[in-house]
């Protein structure tokens, strides 16, 4: 796989003998990046300039085929970061929807972690299934259909994230499956999403948690001209997030 | 070490028999933790409640002793995730400062890279040291005393991370020391440092840098009166993030 | 009155012949004030330099003598603008509160309009009284105590702002007492006031409403070192902003 | 004049007897709107629903025929109310560009103040002439080719605010021609503007300035889903904002 930047875009292809890339700019002979150095500079049939390197984990996000919203590194940096999610952590994951967040996971687990990750609707599942497999992270993933909310038999995870509409509904759930101080992190779109979560969090051996939004501010720095970007991502999500509490009723 | 949590602020304690944490909400004996399973709900001499967690690398990263200004988790949540740095990666970092940066760093190269710090203030190195003792991850890290302005011995590395005041003096020894392909991110607290090191980068083989702010909104959550707080972080600094191309001049 | 800027704090006093203004900077002696140009250059007795303005109304409203939470001049800026609030129009207000948005809205109306303003609770409406006074702008207001849900006998305004807990109560009463074409913004600390309003609008003649925050980043500008502030305002309140349309039914 | 609303689109058209206005959601007889109440509702030859109503300040703004940037409601907002521009006051405005931001002071000076605006592009002062008198504003202005940097023969203004690219050109005219005690805003895009701007004051009698960056956050509010808006204006401008002090030497 091949990250090529072309003027200000990214692309991420697949290497194979003999290919053509073709974009806007021109196009690009793929045996022209095989075999050369990371980083190196070539040029498009139009002459424009371009250089090819390894993908990184966080162009894989931004590149995934999707099915769903996407999520972005401001968000996950700092979940990822929180939670503590390193290698050999074992982490369960719903829904699982594109498997972005999922391939994420995978890398910051890696070599020695798991991410368990569950999505109900089959066709999704398998649409992660095919990104995951893009970026070569297929050994450290568990694929699961189902739903969450009714119970799952995995138990003793270090960490946990809730990516789907009603997390309230899989607390149950979330607390048996997760070790005591093991950490929860939820991603919402919505205020209300969030209140009704943290409310229900109540009722749960929970920490009070965090809620934060991350929010990235671009500039365009020119000598004698810097500023910030006219345009700006206003939301992408809420974050809650928090740790389980040891529960002495044993639930 | 335990991370103590009492009514809303945090506390990282060594563990010792006998010993005893005073706070001015009361005080807790460390036997009552000891042995005790994570999460643990305990109450202070004055009947506060308070819960005992393994600190996690973001808490570490909170309670550091400073002999600078903190590096922020929006901050470093984000560079960690930008740059892809996971198990196994070989990292350099300049300047050590308390070494909070540096820890994080160890973390999540772990348990098979490297970070290799370097600060010219050899105090400061000392006192780095203790805090990644205090947090285990001594095996990870090679503190170094120098200025990396003047050139370092060291290659290959798969990342590089800039925490002084003057960058723009580090970009040659950085580009050699740094893999074709590999990532350098740089945290500047004032938009002329930004403007300085991004013109100066311009002669250096790098990829047109990505430059943000990462800002944090928390919330205050209850039922039927949810707001974001009154008061913020209007600012940390700023983050310079590149990729080095392949230099044929082979600098 | 006088505004006085000693190092970086502004104060508002009444000037009277022979008095002495005391500060944790030293004293002022008003006769320095009395007579003397504006934007003075003066030294306290602690040779700390002072400046002497005339207030501006945005300094009446940053000195006021709170009864409640104050508002900024960023909401304030944002609402007389978005509402076209000038010479000659006739504003309703509720509740007056400290009386520090009726004192901008009077100035704002001046020389020919009229802020109509009620409170509920007598004790605020006369608090408010002096602190109008003090800025002399008592002409221009009339203060009414009272409930504005249960109806008001005025019509024909040509703007409305509501600065209460519960405005989806006064949506009635507002709709009668507003022109058609007039202007309403609402001020609310909370998202589920913002929602409950918005909702409840739907059932009133008015346009799908504006809302919108408006935050305010500081920047301390020097040579070399320009950065924003570390501190900032994260939140004062949501606007929820509204034009009338024309009732067929006649309400 | 009438702002006319289809769906979410505002339009400023003037009426005449006979016309018709063509939008892409379908045709509006101008017949059908003169003699109408404010607000009234009708409806687009495609059956879409429209209100119609006399333009606000907000609206000319946001609806100028543009030569140039165009200045935000939100900026504009927190200029004239920390400017304390309102009825009687005696502006200074340089450059006129557009005419956008001097319709926006000539409203607020009237009926007695005035709005005197320079600007060194003969073509742009023509323009501006028009969008001024399409909101019936032009009795409050006086319009005036010319570069303010070489010093202009007016006196004794109340409130300046200088648009233009070189600022700190102009602050020796402005600081002749401003009363002491009076207001100066500036507007600037890059933070090395601004930057400029402030160290080159410290040589004239201004007090420290205040800096900031209006930012606004739009919501989506609706029945339990209520989110901040996907896209946001990442940045306008920067607002320098002081008051002139009195000075000795008489400049």
Not at 5 to 22: M, Q, S, T, V
Not at 23 to 47: A, M, Q, R
Not at 61 to 76: A, C, S
Request: charged fraction near 25%; charge should be positive; include cysteine.
């Amino acid at each position: 796989m091949a990250l090529v930047r072309i003027i200000k875009k990214d692309f991420i292809i697949r290497l194979e003998k003999g290919a053509i890339f073709h974009t806007n700019k021109g196009y690009i002979c793929h045996d022209d990046i095989i075999g050369k150095p990371e980083g190196v500079k070539l040029f498009t049939s139009l002459n424009k300039p371009t250089w090819a390197f390894r993908p990184l984990i966080s162009d894989f996000l931004m590149n995934v085929k999707r099915v769903t919203t996407i999520t972005y590194p401001k968000d996950l940096g700092y979940l990822i970061f929180k939670m503590g999610i390193n290698s050999g952590k074992k982490v369960l994951e719903a829904g699982t929807g594109s498997g972005a967040l999922t391939m994420a996971l995978a890398y910051y687990v890696s070599p020695d972690g798991k991410v368990c990750s569950y999505e109900k609707r089959p066709e999704f599942s398998e649409k992660a299934r095919e990104n995951i497999s893009r970026a070569c992270l297929e050994d450290l993933v568990e694929l699961k259909v189902g739903d969450i909310s009714r119970g799952i038999p995995e138990r003793d995870f270090d960490c946990c994230i809730l990516d789907l509409p009603e997390p309230w509904k899989c607390l149950k759930s979330v607390t048996r499956a997760l070790k005591s101080g093991g950490s929860l992190a939820i991603f919402l779109p919505s205020v209300n999403q969030v209140e009704r979560t943290v409310v229900k969090m109540l009722e749960f051996p929970f920490l009070k948690p965090e809620v934060v939004e991350v929010l990235i501010r671009k500039w365009d720095v020119k000598k004698n001209a810097t500023r910030p970007d006219f345009q700006m991502i206003g939301h992408t999500g809420f974050l809650v997030i928090t740790r389980k509490i040891f529960d002495e009723s044993g639930v």
